[in-house]
């Protein structure tokens, strides 16, 4: 699909914002790498102990890893897709953005709003072993919910965009 060309300060902040979910899932990439390797070592070697906390680190960054990697594909278009079509004109491509879209904000609706309800279970709990809060890796899911409707968003006004230009 050709994109309308970007500008507004909802599209510069949408810009800033995708910036620094790279460079957070970069972070929880290494955050994930540093537990994962202590647990390695101290499988196969004596010169590092057992340490339980590790796991419990690993998931919270392997979860905001996999949120933060889903964000940044909304954002991109590159989720898997099935073409089950042949290659459609730009202006058949946008109605099917539109029409997938719609499936998508109503998904990012769902984790917004029972994500929310998901992490305020979460607010007074602190995970077993790290003694880390709860709250940390539930509030993954509100955040992809609204992340991806001002992604998804922003990606179908495009769409809508290009429906409504004579020339496409």
């Known amino acids: 699909m050709t994109e309308p060309k970007r500008a507004g300060p909802l599209r ?23 537990p994962v390797t202590l647990q390695v070592f101290s499988r196969y070697t ?6 339980i906390w590790t796991e419990e680190m690993a998931r919270f960054a392997l979860v905001w890893m996999v949120m933060l990697g889903a964000i940044l594909a909304v954002r991109e278009g590159t989720h ?10 730009p202006r058949a491509t946008a109605l099917m953005e539109l029409v997938s879209g719609s499936f998508v904000l109503v998904m990012a609706g769902v ?3 029972w994500g929310w309800e998901f992490t305020e279970f979460a607010f007074y709990r602190i995970s077993e072993m790290a003694e880390l809060p709860l709250w940390l890796i539930h509030m993954a899911w509100p955040v992809a919910g609204a992340s991806w409707l ?6 179908m006004a495009d769409a809508a965009l290009l429906l409504r230009r004579r020339d496409a």
């Open 12 to 34: 510069r902040l949408a810009d800033a914002y995708a910036a620094l979910l790279r460079g957070l899932l970069g972070l929880s990439v290494l955050v994930l790498l540093f």
């Open 46 to 51: 004596a010169v590092i102990p057992h340490y």
């Open 80 to 89: 898997f897709i099935v073409d089950v079509f042949p290659v459609l004109s």
């Open 111 to 113: 984790f917004l709003f």
């Open 150 to 155: 001002l992604f998804m968003g922003l990606r």
